[in-house]
């Protein structure tokens, strides 16, 4: 099975701050990375599919950047409501596997 | 509006069995293939099975070691999750998840992201 590894595994930033994670797989799988944020006690809410595109209604302050065994989620500037976990997830082949989550607090 | 409602979920004695059903609404559910997703309690996400439409590409996460079937009655709009020799460590929340219409680039299409997810459902084995 692919292993997902996620940096880092948790961050404090400030608010309007660039926040960067990073995804690496433990083998390459194209463009077939999605990532998503967890909130304490919700489901998690899908904010990127194909690695670089924007699920409908996701602020416009998400991106994601990769190919191949390495990819990044950027939040361009930082918002009080951008707290909770983020997951990258492969769909190359079965079994879909996740990463570990990176989690981020708002300093 | 879409909608995924789990239910099911419950406290279970060690070898014990349970069987987790999903509610879809607001969407044709016999068109979209449907995971089921688990989350131990303070832990990541796991994936658990797959099942695609119209009941093909049947496929599970190796921890399953054939306890669990995946199923889905596409006139009632429910997917399903039949759960044998529970373990302590299949204690967790269980979602369900609607996988993507396909989105097509480069001669490559791909679907297998979740794109809608119920509020889940707790399932507890313990003695």
Redesign the interface.
Known sequence: AIQLTQSPSSLSASVGDRVTITCRASQAIGSALAWYQQKPGKPPNLLIYVASILQAGVPSRFSGSGSGTDFTLTISSLQPEDFGTYYCQHFNNYPFTFGPGTTVDIK | EVHLLESGGDLVQPGGSLRLSCAASGFTFRNFAM?W?RQAPGK????VA?IGDPGRNI????FVEGRFTVSRDNSQNTLYLQMNSLRTEDTAMY?CAKR?TS?C?GG?C?S????L????TLVTVSS
């Open positions: 995971s997703v990541g996400l796991e994936w797959n496929y599970y996460a190796d979602y993507s989105y680039i490559t791909y297998a992201y979740f794109d997810w119920g509020r889940g």
